[in-house]
């Protein structure tokens, strides 16, 4: 069975910055995706960042050009830099792989088919 365990979250000022880790026994293999999801206070968990089965980034449309996803093959570490941080980035951030949400009341969940770690939480203050 895959654990995935997020560390790195914390809490920072508007502009700030912070590294994600996720690591775990058979985080990606050659035929999976693997990304960041998160969920803020109350509300729908989304897609921060992914690396496609094709090994391509790809990003949620609001934080690109201040996230970096990556991925160390020999760690097999799953990364997430993340910089100039909004308030609006403050969220429970979750580690995935091959991630379907659940949805529940119409609601998507930072959990579902796939393989989920319990994620770490990031707070943006201004």
């Known amino acids: 069975e895959v654990q995935l365990v997020e560390s790195g979250g914390d809490s920072v000022q508007v502009g700030g910055s912070l590294t994600l880790s996720c690591a775990g026994s058979?985080?990606?293999?050659?035929?999976?995706?693997v990304g960041w999801y998160r969920q803020p206070p109350g509300g729908e968990c989304d897609l921060a960042a992914l690396?496609?089965?094709?090994?391509?980034?790809k990003y949620k449309e609001s934080v690109k050009g201040r996230f970096t996803i990556s991925h160390d093959n020999v760690k097999n570490t799953l990364t997430l830099q993340m910089n100039n941080l909004r308030p609006e980035d403050t969220a429970r951030y979750y580690c995935?792989?091959?991630?379907?949400?659940?949805?529940?009341?119409?609601?998507?969940?930072?959990?579902?088919?796939?393989?989920w770690g319990k994620g770490t939480q990031v707070t943006v203050s201004s």
């Open positions: 995935a792989t091959d991630a379907f949400l659940e949805v529940v009341d119409g609601v998507q969940q930072c959990r579902g088919r796939g393989y």
């Open positions: 058979g985080l990606r293999s050659a035929s999976s995706s």
């Open positions: 690396i496609d089965r094709n090994g391509n980034p």
